[in-house]
């Protein structure tokens, strides 16, 4: 086969795919006018590499892995980056977020292991803000049960979670409790 044969199937080839890439490169990018400026990219790097193509071979897998390298390189180069001793780096910073979640599954952890009757005090009292005369006349009981209960629950919450002990919270009075 000739150069020339060669040009021009290699040509014909490109303009047939021309429709799939675009295709693809909408699925890379999401965008019409980024898939559109990919698939530029990707002819004109398939044109300026002709010559590393072997005739014979899967043109398609070529020429879409070409595509492909390509996105990868344009998100490298849009990323964004900031020299690490600007002033820039330090007010992007975000601290991380995971140990409040890992807090947070040991505190739920802790809860659910105290006793029904004092976890449900505890919970009506901190989260609801109920009053101790409400606890007490919701679960039948006095107020001073209410209140060890409460106390009990808060002592042993603190050593399951190797606290000295948990910060307080006045009891609401006067205030409505939901139902």
Known sequence: MTTA????GFDLDLR????RLRVYALSLTRNADRADDLVQQTALK???GRASFQVGTNFSGWIFRIQHNEFISE????????ELDSPAAYAVHEPPRQEHGLMLRDVLG???????????????????????REIA????VAIGTVKSRISRSRTALAQLLDLPSLPG?????GQACPA
Do not use: K
């Not at 047939?16 to 429709?19: N, S, T, V």
């Not at 998100?75 to 900031?82: E, H, I, S």
């Not at 006349?137 to 039948?140: H, Q, V």
């Not at 919270?169 to 009075?173: D, K, S």
């Open 5 to 8: 044969t060669t040009t021009a």
């Open 16 to 19: 047939d795919i021309l429709p």
């Open 46 to 48: 398939a044109l300026a």
């Open 75 to 82: 998100l490298r180069r849009n990323r964004p980056t900031v």
């Open 110 to 132: 802790a809860v659910l292991r105290l006793p029904r009757d004092g976890r449900q005090a505890l919970l009506q009292s901190q989260l609801e803000g109920c009053s101790h």
């Open 137 to 140: 006349r919701r679960a039948g």
């Open 169 to 173: 919270r006045a009891e609401a009075h």
